[in-house]
């Protein structure tokens, strides 16, 4: 069924807001402090450098996640959801206005899917250097536990990746709770600090941040990649809009989270000032009493906290592959629903065991959130650009004027590349990694679409014959005696049977043409079903179908009945709930003890004379087939159902691609 609305007052759904989306921002102190002054290429303790530090670090928070993502970005819904795959749909749903004007849509498009492939890039990293980052807190307490830093981030890894089969539902709700203590810690603790430097204050004119940049060169290239650090998690954002809506987003940033990180990044400025060492550089652990009483429950709050922020990566990871499918960008993989209740919670084990190797390998390589940092940003940089980039099109799609919208992502995207030309410094010490990735996952995306763009111009292409002419020889066999006639040259029986076929498009009416899979099942058996329903899934760019509007069904007659199921990109296809409620309503026949779903499977043929290129692309096409999952198990089909193929032999040729088949009767 369609969710009903949620009637949660804003400050419940705020809660929720600070577990989930600023999980990873809240655990940016971490690190990100430490690695402009103790990391690679680390700045002076003075007075000047800390002032011009935390003026970068307050306008990077104000005008990329305040002013950007919070004001401006989380409008750009749809449907309220957001995310990248929100903003395509968005493009899509404006194809030929002012959208699309200047620039091809599918130019526009295919730079939103690098962006969102290289979200996948850098979320591998954000699990690994959180939680590391948060076990380094006991090497301050003693140098003695340094070695069990790895072996218990490994094993904190495998334990949150072995939940997430139960779903995230169970502690959900402890997650609010605990994020609210972690940012009360983070102020309280800047707090302390700060009122022995309220000097410091300073900070807040920008003419601070640019004497920094001014006073190093080329240098301020690496000051900005440490400073990136403090804004990672705006895509996850923006992504989480529909899990709340844009009012307790907001409230939950201004209200705590915002003052909370600005307090704690002011409190190590000042800790910075003071004389004597950092103890072990760890500069977000030496604003608390060096007692281990003190010191063990805040490494404590810090890994449930780095966890928290890690599940909601991961948990966004599903969300985003399930978008991508929906909207055909990516091959269908195994979904498995989590919650009764709420359709969004799912779990999906391929992406969810390949997430957990790519981290282990990150923290066996690395071994130290420090040396992970230098791997950090350069994707998630580059995707904030993306969406500065793709904002404009969709604001101009709203009708914003070029002189409104122009000047202010121009403005956005000035911030975007700084921060993206900075963290590309970091590509020879680890940064290719998120970028490898990503380049991965958007050729595997733009492959699929491509390839499933081939396929269906060679069903396009296919001769036709009409369902009125399957109609028609199926009233035929029902006023033959024999059930059985002459057809394309050899007999036709009619066997006594209800058969589920899916389809690629829906029917409407005995004009449209037939199934190519139904016609190949009648040439291999020689059998026409007495009852035929030709089933159309149809997950749509909205993320939800109201129930009134599920399905439509066409009775066209000689037992042949076309029914069309919608379901929303944030909906899972209930398959089976939907036949046994037409079958209830009398409107289709299946036998419930034992379904048969007859499914579409293509057999890609390739000629000699096709170009290297094109051949190359279609055999990485054929093994992202392989590996997808098959129709009738996605749609959650195959524990009802008798399994039966429809092999559809399809040859791709330099021109085109065609389906190449029988020669039976066409009209």
């Known amino acids: 069924m369609t969710p009903a609305p949620r009637k949660a007052t804003v400050f419940p759904l705020a809660l929720g807001a600070l577990g989930v989306v600023y999980g990873d921002i809240g655990t940016s102190p971490l690190y990100a402090m430490r690695e402009t002054f103790f990391g690679t290429h680390p700045l002076a303790r003075s007075e000047p450098e800390v002032l011009g530090v935390l003026s970068l670090i307050f306008w990077a928070l104000t005008l990329v ?3 950007k993502y919070l004001i401006f970005v989380l409008r750009a819904d749809h449907n309220g959801e957001g995310g990248v795959f929100a903003l395509i749909a ?6 030929g206005a002012q959208a699309g004007r200047g620039v091809g849509q599918g130019a526009i498009i295919a730079v939103i899917l690098l962006g969102a492939a290289l979200i996948y890039g850098e979320g591998i990293i954000t699990p690994a250097i959180s939680v590391l980052s948060a076990y380094e807190g006991l090497e301050v307490a003693t140098t003695a536990l340094q070695p069990v830093v790895v072996p218990l981030t490994l094993i904190t890894l495998l334990l949150l990746f072995l939940l997430q089969r139960f779903g995230t539902g169970r502690v959900g709700r402890a997650f609010g709770p605990i994020m609210v203590l972690w940012f009360v810690a983070l102020g309280a603790a800047g707090a302390t600090w700060f009122a022995r ?5 300073r900070a807040l004119d920008p003419r601070w941040a640019v004497q920094l940049l001014a006073t190093h060169g080329l240098g301020s290239l690496w000051v900005l990649g440490a400073v990136v650090l403090v804004i990672t998690g705006c895509e996850a954002l923006y992504a989480d809009l529909g899990h709340f809506g844009r009012k307790p987003i907001r409230l939950a940033w201004f209200g705590l989270a915002y003052p909370a990180l600005l307090l704690n990044y002011f409190g190590q400025g000042a800790r910075l000032l ?6 072990q550089n760890n500069l977000f652990f030496s604003l608390f009493p060096q007692d281990p009483w003190v010191l063990y429950p805040m490494v404590a709050l810090a890994a449930l906290a780095t ?9 966004g990871a599903f969300s985003l592959t399930r978008q991508a499918m929906a909207l055909g960008y990516f091959p269908r993989l195994a979904i498995v629903n989590t919650s009764a209740a709420m359709p969004g919670q799912v779990y999906m084990p391929g992406v969810n065991w390949l997430l957990f190797f790519g981290c282990s390998l990150l923290v066996l390589g690395f071994q130290s959130s420090s040396r992970l940092a230098a791997a950090y940003g350069v994707a998630v940089t580059a995707t904030m650009a993306i969406t500065t980039f793709a904002f404009y099109f969709v604001a101009r799609g709203w009708g914003w004027r070029a002189w409104l919208a122009g000047p202010l992502c121009a403005l956005f995207l000035v911030v975007d590349l700084g921060f993206f030309a900075s963290t590309s410094m970091k590509f020879v010490e680890g940064g290719w990694i998120p970028l490898v990735i990503g380049a991965a ?3 595997l995306m733009r492959s699929w679409q491509w390839g499933r763009g081939e396929l269906a111009q060679a069903y396009a292409r296919f001769p036709r014959m009409g369902l009125a002419r399957l109609i028609e020889i199926k009233q035929q066999l029902a006023s033959s005696p024999e059930r059985r006639i002459a057809y394309a040259g050899r007999t036709l029986a009619e066997v006594d049977r209800a058969i589920v076929f899916l389809i690629s498009r829906p029917f409407a009416s005995p004009d449209e043409p037939c199934p190519v899979g139904l016609r190949i099942f009648m040439k291999r058996t020689g059998a026409l079903p007495k009852h035929i329903t030709l089933l159309h ?3 749509q760019s909205r993320p939800y179908v109201p129930e009134e509007e599920r399905h439509t069904v066409a009775q066209l007659g000689a037992r042949v009945v076309s029914v069309s199921a919608r379901y929303g990109y944030m909906e899972p296809p209930d398959v089976p709930a939907l036949l046994l409620e037409l079958k209830r309503k009398g ?3 299946i036998n419930q003890k034992r379904w048969t779903v007859q499914t579409g499977e293509e057999e890609i043929l390739l000629e000699a004379e096709l170009p290297w290129t094109r051949r190359l692309g279609m055999r990485f096409f054929q093994l992202v087939l392989r590996l997808s999952s098959p129709a009738d198990r996605y749609f959650g089909l195959r524990e009802y159902a008798g399994r039966a193929k429809t092999v559809v032999p399809i040859q791709v040729g330099p021109e085109a691609a065609r389906i190449v088949i029988f020669d039976d009767v066409t009209d």
């Open 65 to 67: 996640v305040s002013l």
């Open 90 to 95: 968005q493009l899509r749903a404006r194809r």
């Open 197 to 201: 430097h309220p000097e410091l204050i």
């Open 274 to 279: 003071e004389p004597g060492p950092i103890p």
């Open 307 to 315: 966890v928290i922020a890690s599940q909601a990566l991961i948990s």
């Open 441 to 443: 996952l958007y050729l």
């Open 537 to 539: 899934v149809d997950q």
């Open 587 to 589: 409107l289709i026949k």
